[in-house]
């Protein structure tokens, strides 16, 4: 089982950026895929998760900006993330996983990437 994460980079407040993850060494897609987020000094915190039947959930901090999808093929997870803020600097992880903590954006037993990191400048 492998999470690669890319799109990761700087960009100034109220800009956009597009994070993937590509999973492989799954036979199924697991039940629950999302994002993580981990800023310097501070504790872990659930971004965003995806189902396997569609439905998602966001951390209150980004809903309305952030948006959670996966490709066709349900190997590829992306994070769009639009109206960037200085607080969004982290360290953003992929996960994925047969539990999810019901109602919130945490996939729970989860596989980890390796991290991109995503800086926002104000």
């Known amino acids: 089982v492998q999470l690669v994460e890319s799109g990761g980079g700087s960009v100034q407040s109220g800009g956009s950026l597009r994070l993937s993850c590509a999973a492989s060494?799954?036979?199924?897609?697991?039940?629950?895929m999302g994002w993580f987020r981990q800023a310097r000094g501070k504790e872990r915190e659930a971004v965003a998760a995806?189902?396997?039947?569609?439905?998602?959930s966001y951390a209150d901090s980004v809903k309305g900006r952030f948006t959670i999808s996966q490709a066709n093929a349900k190997n590829t997870l992306y994070l769009k993330m639009n109206s960037l803020k200085s607080e969004a600097t982290a360290m953003y992880y992929c996960?994925?996983?047969?539990?999810?903590?019901?109602?919130?954006?945490?996939?729970?037993?989860?596989?980890w990437g390796q991290g991109t990191q995503v800086t926002v400048s104000s």
């Open positions: 995806l189902l396997r039947d569609g439905s998602s």
């Open positions: 060494g799954y036979t199924y897609r697991p039940f629950c």
């Open positions: 996960a994925a996983g047969p539990g999810w903590l019901t109602g919130t954006p945490e996939c729970g037993s989860a596989h």
